[in-house]
T-cell receptor
C-alpha cells in the first residue's frame, strides 16, 4: 500500500508570487484534504476534494484554490503569497464511503517559506 | 474556526511514567482521532474511536471515546524516549454532515527524560 506523498518538501518564495503544491493520495483513497499548519499550532483545514470537486472549505481566502485529478491526486495553489502564508502544508487522504472513512492519513508536508 | 480544548498543553516526564491527556468539546462528536506528530513531519494516526464509551488500545497507547460524546482521552503507559512529540486530538462533529471536516486540538507537547 502506497502512502500519501507530497512535493516539493521545501519551497522558498517571495511575497506576491504564486505557488503550486502537489499531493498523491494513498492508494484506494478517493478524498483529499489540505491543511495549513503554522509553527506551534494544530492543522487548520483549508479545503477538501472528492470526485474532483471541492467538498468543504475552511476559513481561507479565494487565493487558496485546488484541484483533484481523476487518479485522486491533488494540487493546492496559492496566489499573491503573503508572509503569513509561511507554514507547513499538509495533505491528507481518506476513503469516503468505506468503514473508517474519517481516518485521515497525512503526507510528510511541504514547508513553504515566504520572504 | 472551532477548536477542541486539549490539555495539558505540555508535559515533561521521566521515562517509565504513564501519561494522560484529554480533549473536550462543547459539541457532540461522531469520531475521535488521536495523532502524533514529530518535528517537520505529518501527523501519524495512532487510534480512531467511533462509538461512545469505546476503549481502544494500540500497544502502550489506550484511548477512550467519552460517554457524553464530548470528550476523549489518550493514555500512554511506561513512556519511552521515542514517545517524544506532539499529540493531537481531532474529531468529526455530528453537525458536519457529509463535509466530514475534522476539528483539531492545539496539541500536547510531550518530553521524556531518559
Amino acid at each position: 500500500e502506497t502512502g500519501v506523498t507530497q512535493s516539493p518538501t521545501h519551497l522558498i518564495k517571495t511575497r506576491g508570487q504564486q505557488v503550486t503544491l502537489r499531493c498523491s493520495s494513498q492508494s484506494g483513497h478517493n478524498t483529499v484534504s489540505w491543511y495549513q499548519q503554522a509553527l506551534g499550532q494544530g492543522p487548520q483545514f483549508i479545503f477538501q476534494y472528492y470526485r474532483e470537486e471541492e467538498n468543504g472549505r475552511g476559513n481561507f481566502p479565494p487565493r487558496f484554490s485546488g484541484l483533484q485529478f481523476p487518479n485522486y491526486s491533488s494540487e493546492l495553489n496559492v496566489n499573491a503569497l503573503e508572509l503569513d502564508d509561511s507554514a507547513l502544508y499538509l495533505c491528507a487522504s481518506r476513503s469516503r464511503g468505506r468503514a473508517g472513512a474519517d481516518e485521515q492519513f497525512f503526507g510528510p508536508g511541504t514547508r513553504l517559506t515566504v520572504l | 474556526g472551532q477548536q477542541l480544548n486539549q490539555s495539558p498543553q505540555s508535559m515533561f516526564i521521566q521515562e517509565g511514567e504513564d501519561v494522560s491527556m484529554n480533549c473536550t468539546s462543547s459539541s457532540i462528536f461522531n469520531t475521535w482521532l488521536w495523532y502524533k506528530q514529530d518535528p517537520g513531519e505529518g501527523p501519524v494516526l495512532l487510534i480512531a474511536l467511533y462509538k461512545a464509551g469505546e476503549l481502544t488500545s494500540n500497544g502502550r497507547l489506550t484511548a477512550q471515546f467519552g460517554i457524553t460524546r464530548k470528550d476523549s482521552f489518550l493514555n500512554i503507559s511506561a513512556s519511552i524516549p521515542s514517545d517524544v512529540g506532539i499529540y493531537f486530538c481531532a474529531g468529526q462533529p455530528s453537525y458536519a454532515g457529509n463535509n466530514r471536516k475534522l476539528i483539531w486540538g492545539l496539541g500536547t507537547s510531550l518530553a521524556v527524560n531518559p
